[in-house]
């Protein structure tokens, strides 16, 4: 920065906004005695096409290298000068704006006063626009292709979107199959729809789709990178069943020696599945898995004289000696879609669930209900001696939502709406028997919602308000203790079955997920969106993406409208080719910083690394920032003990010398 | 002391080939005098000495060591460096590890429990200076004098250094090689020698540390021999922006000792070093012992003893305190 | 401390947050005192303690530091470190005698104009109480 500052200040007086309680005119005729400043002048309205004009044609006529704008917030105009001067020829980060709208005229009435304070504002602007830098922003090219994680239904739909649009994708599921929990429902509210219905085409789409590589069965491993080019690294688990020889027949399954020994996770653990398997019949891929916690031959090496699955593959599918893989590629964008947990209904020890077998809960009942369902739809449960229809049974809602014993303060907001879905299908079911919901408030906000859960009580299912307090047994019988708290009255209500409506909970696995990803959580523990109204499916971390239950509880058409939302979001990126990386960043002089690594623990962003350099023959570590990670905070420059990393535009040196102008003229 | 097991210790030390000297204390050229020592090889190790006289913090060579510019294609030196210390220098070492100004297989550490040393003013102050050769050891729970064959039992609080009388770790909490046995712990002060001052209403104590900055001669001593300040290029010393000016006077000794404690808060593991060659004799230990306490009282932590903790300066917790914000 | 003193006031702000305060409370025309100048900066976070000594030797007889409410700093965490920093600053400050009400750190979000008009309130307010801060001025030098 060898040439000299030629400083112009312009003073708005914003029509009368400014120029009621500032004497624009001694302001200008103050700055003209300031050092480095060439010209001053006042405006009626700076920001108008003649008021840039001025300033534009001062820039060419006088030779201005900065420029002052007294005016309105920078907050509101900042972008339209960098503009003007941009065009006039100099580098827009040559600008500084001084607040004398917001902050000065509009909130004091003297003029006197008004006026001294905008000298002030104005001296401090020159003293900082002196030592300002010019900057420029960059760009750098984006890999046109995005990975999503998670495969339910919001990662299908959302990789189903960024496909259609033209870019490669890599959806990244888990589970041996890909649908997720909507694959487990068996209706859908308030429409009625057959879940599977709607969902298995789109997952065989996804499957099928020439621009979607589906990595089912595998984990991400490794994420690094930022926006428009993350390495990926993914390891593909081991099936021990070759991928591309599988036809899906099941015969191994069949045949396996502990078939149908272990609890099915896709019923929910009240189906039974073997060690060899596919998670339920629509499973896409058709593949079968072992698994190998529970295989015979993987977890003693020995099964039988020779695993039985081996013998009757007619495609030779099988193979022990399979090993994990690891796929590596670069993406850039990436979409999180790893949905929810429900809630652990053990976590509430009065209803008894851990205790008594007709304790159930909502995704049980989900399972029970459904025709695929390990009883093939019908309401049967053992009472103890026998196996009978039940005739009394009861919802319970908000169970492990609202509840801060539990650590949950927020409503799941599809509890309502199931527990008044099921109790429909069981109307349906069992016509004679008598259903109860015990609610603390009913939450019918959707489209349709009210309106089914109307039909719902006219279909003589009794809503009762209160709070279960305990569950316990009474011969063959369970007792629901509460108290009707609308009538005041204390219960003890005999039945036959329980249906626990859970709640959803982040996914126990989501540490794992924000490690990878730099994510935060909200405090309900899911993950947090940049901006809760503006940004909902943006994080802080630019390029990812929330989609579906894991940002929040939230139902079937919400997941899909947010998984298409962050499917656009991420195309941006994708469909131009380039991102913009921010002039204003940190930057670190390597010559004076120690190493310290303290402003690498401080960065938000992991924007900064240590990097091993050279410096006159010893190795010596500094800091690095990667502009494209940094949003320049700056909150790493005072934990900088040798003050070397600072960010552009607000150094030290730019800042000290603001200090110094507006004590001197006190 | 264990002077034999020490020097023993030293002796294998550096006769290994990966060490590239021992650094530890010797007499000094006359009277209390003790003076650091980088012993090269078994033949150096006899100088080698540990007694209440030992106040210095060897640690601050570590990080003095220069990395002067090499000529091309000659290697640096990445021999080990081996070093002595007491409980309070052990936490440098640690504070050091943290904040990467050294390497853990770049150093070797040779512990020696400490039972406190002595203040050398007020030594001289009740006992005389001298230029005779004399030997100050630790005796029971005092110290004795040796001087020209006479024996001077010392009581241990009229001569211990006041870093010891508030010292919490008189034990090496980090080392490779324990020379002698761990002391018992004794019961510090809580007040970190600070209650007096804190009982002054605000003015008071700007009165107090005015006078106190007043005499600041800006020798920067303070800073040299803090093993914590080890910037190569200190703000202190820059140019642009300029923190502080050079001119000697109220203003810029107080914004030079604020600063300087502020860098240190919860990095200060109190070796009381600044305070010692102050030449104008500033209880500077006054406010690292009070930062020093305020962020273990308030936020829970104490720099110096975990090298895989986070730099408290460099980390928060949700709920750090902010009863102060409006 | 004649009637007529008035403090000078030298005013952190993160932008995205109090900055946006402040300028609410100038759309919205909500009146206070004139003694206080603002710094923009990004984020509370970056502000260096040291400021605050530095505000204080050039002229400024009281300073305030205003960030997002934790939890919504727009870049997640600046504000916490802030917190730490300069509650650190404050009590090693007031060690050395300078006067509590010197310093003033408040939370003041984009929808809170009314709350920065009372933390600016107050902040001169303590300043005015404290009076001026001749004793630690920096000596200028005429060239």
Redesign the interface.
């Known amino acids: 920065m060898t040439e000299k500052p030629k400083i112009g200040v312009y003073v708005c007086h914003c029509g009368i906004n400014i120029s009621a309680t500032v004497d624009v005119e001694t302001v200008a005729d103050y700055a003209l005695k300031l050092p480095n400043v060439e010209v001053a002048r006042t405006y009626s309205y700076m920001c108008s096409d003649p008021g840039q004009s001025l300033i534009k044609n001062d820039i060419r006529e006088h030779g201005l290298n900065r420029v002052i704008v007294a005016s309105c917030s920078p907050r509101m105009h900042e972008p339209t000068f960098r503009k003007a001067i941009k065009e006039a020829g100099i580098n827009p980060y040559y600008l500084e704006m001084a607040n004398i709208r917001e902050q000065c005229s509009w909130v004091h009435h003297d003029i006197d006063e008004g006026t001294a304070k905008s000298k002030k504002l104005v001296a401090a602007s020159v003293a900082k626009v002196r030592l300002l830098e010019a900057l420029e922003s960059k760009e750098v090219d984006a890999e046109p292709s995005a990975l999503v994680i998670g495969a339910g239904i919001a990662g299908i739909q959302a990789a189903l979107d960024i496909a259609d649009a033209g870019f490669k994708v890599y959806l990244v599921e888990k589970t041996p199959s890909v649908g997720g929990r909507m694959a487990q429902l068996d209706k859908t509210f308030p429409t009625l729809d057959c879940s599977a219905c709607i969902l298995t085409p789109k997952m065989v789409d996804c499957a099928s789709h020439p621009n979607i590589e589906l990595l089912s069965y595998s984990e991400v491993e490794e994420i690094g990178g930022y926006i428009g080019n993350f390495d990926i690294k993914v390891r593909k688990k081991a099936r021990y069943v070759d991928f591309d020889k599988c036809t899906g027949c099941g015969d191994c399954a069949a045949e396996c020696r502990v078939k149908d020994r272990f609890p099915s996770e896709f019923d929910m653990g009240m189906g039974k599945r073997s060690a060899v398997y596919l998670p339920f019949p629509q499973a896409v891929p058709a593949k079968y898995t072992i698994d190998p916690e529970s295989c015979l031959y993987l977890t003693k090496g020995k099964c039988g004289k020779g695993p039985k699955c081996a013998e009757v593959c007619q495609a030779g599918a099988i193979n022990f000696d399979q090993v994990d893989e690891t796929v590596e590629f670069r993406v850039g964008a990436v979409i999180v879609a790893t949905g929810f947990d429900p809630f652990d209904a053990s976590r509430k020890p009065e209803y008894g669930y851990s205790d008594y077998p007709n304790v159930i809960t909502g995704m049980e009942m989900e399972r029970l209900v459904s025709a695929s369902g390990p009883t093939g739809g019908k309401i049967k449960i053992f009472n103890g001696k026998e196996e009978i229809e039940p005739k009394e049974v009861a919802f319970i809602k908000c169970v492990g939502s609202r509840d801060e014993s539990v650590g949950n303060e927020y409503c799941s907001r599809v509890c309502c709406m199931y527990v008044a879905k099921q109790a429909h299908l069981l109307r349906d079911k069992l016509p004679d028997a008598n259903i109860r919901v015990y609610y603390m408030d009913v939450r019918a906000f959707g489209k349709g919602f009210e309106e089914f859960y109307d039909r719902v009580r006219r279909e003589n299912v009794r809503y009762i308000r209160g709070n279960p307090s305990e569950i316990f047994k009474r011969g063959d019988k369970l007792v629901v203790k509460v108290e009707d708290t609308l009538t005041a009255t204390p219960l003890e209500d005999e039945v036959d079955l329980v249906v626990l409506g859970v709640g959803l909970e982040p996914r126990a696995d989501m540490r794992q997920t924000m490690e990878l990803l730099r994510l935060s959580q909200s405090p309900d523990r899911f993950f947090l969106e940049a901006h809760p109204k503006l940004r909902p499916v943006d994080t802080a971390t630019d390029g990812v993406f929330l989609a579906g239950c894991c940002q929040g509880p939230k139902d079937i058409p919400d997941t899909v409208a947010q998984a298409k939302g962050a499917a656009s979001s991420a195309m941006i990126p994708l469909a131009r080719g380039k991102v913009v990386i921010s002039a204003q960043v940190a930057t670190v002089d390597e010559s004076t910083c120690r190493g310290c690594g303290f402003c690498v623990n401080i960065c938000p962003y992991t924007a900064i690394e240590l990097v091993t350099v050279n410096r006159f023959g010893h190795e010596v570590e500094v800091a690095r920032v990667n502009e494209a990670l940094c949003k320049g905070c700056g909150s790493c420059s005072p934990g900088c003990l040798s003050d070397s990393i600072q960010p552009k535009s607000f150094r030290d040196r730019q800042i000290l010398p603001q200090i110094a102008a507006l004590g001197v003229f006190k | 002391m264990d002077l034999e097991q020490l020097r023993k210790t030293a002796a294998e030390v550096v006769a290994r080939d990966d060490v590239k000297y021992l650094i530890g204390w010797k007499k000094g050229s006359y009277g209390y005098r003790v003076a650091p020592v980088f012993v090269e090889d078994a033949a150096g190790v006899a100088e080698l000495i540990f007694s209440p006289l030992c106040t210095a913090n060897l640690t601050t060579y570590l990080t003095l060591v220069e990395?002067?510019?090499?000529?091309?294609g000659?290697?640096?030196d990445k021999r080990k460096v081996a070093l002595m210390v007491k409980g309070c220098d052990s936490r440098a070492v640690v504070q050091l590890l943290v904040?990467?100004?050294i390497h853990r297989e770049e150093v070797i550490v040779i512990g020696c429990p400490c039972p406190g040393v002595v203040d050398q003013s007020l030594l001289v102050e009740k006992y005389g200076d001298t230029e005779e050769p004399v030997e100050v050891k630790w005796n029971g729970d005092g110290f004795m004098l040796v001087r020209g064959g006479e024996e001077i039992k010392i009581p241990r609080d009229e001569v211990l250094a006041e870093k010891c009388r508030l010292c919490r770790y008189p034990n090496p909490v980090i080392s490779d090689h324990l020379i002698g046995a761990e002391v018992e712990k004794w019961s510090p002060a809580e007040d970190s020698g600070?209650s007096e001052?804190?009982a002054k209403d605000?003015?008071?104590?700007?009165?107090?540390?005015?006078e106190q900055f007043n005499k600041c001669i800006r020798c920067y001593s303070c800073r040299n021999v803090c093993p914590l300040c080890?910037?190569?290029?200190?703000?202190l010393d820059?140019l642009?922006?300029?923190?502080i000016?050079r001119?000697v006077?109220?203003?810029?000794n107080?914004?030079f000792?604020?600063?300087r404690?502020?860098?240190l808060?919860?990095r200060c593991i109190e070796c009381g070093e600044c305070e010692r060659v102050c030449p104008a004799n500033i209880p500077l230990g006054k406010?690292n012992r009070?930062?020093a306490r305020?962020?273990r009282e308030?936020?829970g932590f104490e720099p110096g003893l975990d090298p895989e903790a986070?730099?408290f300066?460099?980390?928060?917790k949700?709920d750090?305190?902010?009863d102060?914000?409006? | 401390m004649s009637d007529n003193y008035e403090p000078n006031i030298v005013a952190f702000l993160c932008n995205w947050c109090s900055y946006a305060g402040a300028d609410l409370a100038g759309t919205s025309r909500v009146q206070y005192p004139a003694n206080i100048q603002v710094i923009r900066v990004m984020c509370s976070g970056r502000v260096n303690p040291l400021y605050v000594m530095n505000a204080l030797q050039q002229g400024a007889d009281g300073v305030l530091v205003s960030g997002c409410h934790p939890g919504d700093c727009h870049y997640m965490e600046g504000n916490f470190y802030a917190r730490r920093r300069l509650g650190m600053l404050k009590d090693l400050m007031e060690f050395v005698g300078v006067d509590p009400k010197r310093f003033h750190m408040s939370w003041v979000s984009a929808s809170e104009g009314h709350k920065w008009k009372e933390v600016v309130e107050k902040t001169v307010e303590d300043a005015r109480e404290a009076g001026p801060f001749e004793g630690f001025r920096r000596r200028q030098i005429d060239w």
């Not at chain 2, 080890?230 to 703000?235: F, K, L, P, R």
């Not at chain 2, 642009?240 to 923190?243: E, F, I, K, L, V």
């Not at chain 2, 006077?249 to 810029?252: C, D, M, Q």
């Not at chain 2, 300066?313 to 928060?316: E, K, L, R, T, Y």
């Open positions: 990395k002067t510019p090499l000529p091309r000659q290697e640096a904040e990467k100004g600070v001052l804190d605000v003015d008071g104590r700007w009165e107090y540390w005015e080890y910037c190569q290029d200190c703000i820059r642009n922006p300029t923190w000016n001119a006077n109220f203003s810029e107080t914004a000792n604020i600063s404690a502020f860098h808060a919860g406010i009070k930062m305020e962020v308030k936020y986070e730099p300066q460099a980390s928060f949700p750090d305190p902010e102060f914000i409006l």
